[in-house]
């Protein structure tokens, strides 16, 4: 049984890049559960290999790729061709942060961070574009809050991220007469292994669960929840929407609390 009963995905063919921890992986099983089949993408063998055991035995499909290599993704591209023929929904969840300011961060990190989250979506994008326009498919990008508006000290993830919101949106208007669908989610902070070294300062987590309306941080199936909505036929109208799923807190307007009389 299919969570919830579900089983939107029935033998369609589903690519997840980043899929060996966090996001991915729970949006990987979500879509397993569902019926689909999953190709595994990440660039880290040893989490990639545990990721897909501990999928089995569930069509799960790994390929070990950096799509911050555009020879990589031609490879994975042709993989995907020769392995499946086809490719129904594309989730773009792969990407990588830096700390700092623009000044505390020199252009190799810049190119680093741009690789993957946001050079590395658009090409992927790009191409598994042709396939998905035959099979009339979507794409989800893992966008973030953070490219919604600015946090402090993580200046180049922020404009990354920002960039990807924006792909979104106009490959959603450029795409959509072709029956292609994309939208993106953007994720508060969420237990992942991103974000794993700071949830362990517990003034932090506090910090974040006191702006957070529904007062907890995001979990990795949140993200994958709202992923395989916006996939799914139950979204075959929505185009170009870029989804807050963080709990709330972008309904701020950032002032603090007024006091109570």
């Not at 033998?11 to 921890?21: D, E, I, R």
């Not at 490959?171 to 959509?176: E, F, I, P």
């Not at 979204?235 to 009389?261: E, K, R, W």
Request: hydrophobic content about 45%; proline content about 4%.
């Amino acid at each position: 049984m299919s969570i919830q009963g579900l089983s939107r995905f029935q033998s369609k063919k589903v690519l997840v890049t980043g899929a060996a921890s966090g996001i991915g992986h729970a949006t990987a099983l979500r879509f397993l559960d569902e019926g689909a089949h999953v190709i595994l993408v990440d660039r880290d063998k040893a989490k990639l290999d545990d990721a897909t055991k501990a999928l089995a035995p569930k069509y799960a499909v790994p390929s070990l790729t950096d799509i911050s290599v555009p020879e990589q993704v031609e490879a994975l591209c042709k993989f995907v061709e020769e392995y499946f023929g086809t490719l129904d929904v594309l989730v773009n969840n792969a990407g990588v942060t830096a700390m700092g300011t623009v000044l505390d961060c020199d252009l190799a990190t810049w190119s680093t961070v741009c690789a993957t989250t946001l050079t590395g979506t658009l090409n992927v994008s790009r191409t598994f574009l042709p396939m998905l326009i035959k099979a009339k498919g979507n794409i989800v990008n893992t966008a973030s809050v953070s490219g919604m508006r600015g946090d402090w000290n993580t200046a180049y993830y922020d404009v990354a991220k920002g960039g990807v919101v924006n792909l979104t949106r106009v490959m959603a208007m450029d795409h959509g007469k072709s029956g292609v669908r994309v939208n993106a989610i953007c994720p508060s902070v969420t237990r992942t292994a991103m974000t794993a070294e700071a949830v362990k300062d517990k003034a932090f987590v506090k910090s974040v669960e006191d702006r957070v309306p529904l007062q907890r941080l995001g979990e990795p199936e949140d993200m994958a929840a709202a992923i395989t909505f916006l996939a799914s036929a139950d979204a075959s109208y929505i185009t170009g929407l870029i989804m807050p799923v963080d709990g709330g807190v972008t309904a701020s307007n950032g002032q603090p609390p007024f006091p109570m009389s």
